[in-house]
Nanobody, 125 residues
Framework: QVQLVESGGGLVQAGGSLRLSCSVS????????MGWFRQAPGKEREFVAA????????YYADSVKGRFTFSRDNAKNTVYLQMNSLKPEDTAVYYC??????????????????WGQGTQVTVSS
């Protein structure tokens, strides 16, 4: 099992940028596909982005495509979510997650084996 710790959240004005980080420990990081999800107040947790173990395939929700960039540094056991052109509707708690088997259903929460505690992102208008 791996342990995940997110950081980098905060308060930003609309149009601004933030970079979230997720540090992974406990097992071989490069074995895991990774994902980012978010949960806004009163809403269900939703898929944001995912990346396979090799970093060669990346997937994004339509709502963030072109604004968010998912990257991973296997040497540092860390993944990043660069968020640009932020909107108030991006306000949520953001979670990173690890998938040991690299499921094709990367958008489903149930395929992920481990989750971080979440980091709050608030975008003011």
């Amino acid at each position: 099992q791996v342990q995940l710790v997110e950081s980098g959240g905060g308060l930003v004005q609309a149009g601004g940028s933030l970079r979230l980080s997720c540090s992974v420990s406990g097992r071989t990081f490069s074995d895991y596909a990774m994902g980012w999800f978010r949960q806004a107040p009163g809403k269900e947790r939703e898929f944001v982005a995912a990346m396979d173990q090799d970093g060669r395939a990346t997937y994004y929700a339509d709502s963030v495509k072109g604004r968010f960039t998912f990257s991973r540094d296997n040497a540092k056991n860390t993944v990043y979510l660069q968020m640009n052109s932020l909107k108030p509707e991006d306000t949520a708690v953001y979670y990173c997650a690890a998938d040991r088997y690299g499921s094709r259903a990367y958008y489903r929460q149930g395929v992920y084996d481990a989750w971080g505690q979440g980091t709050q992102v608030t975008v003011s208008s």
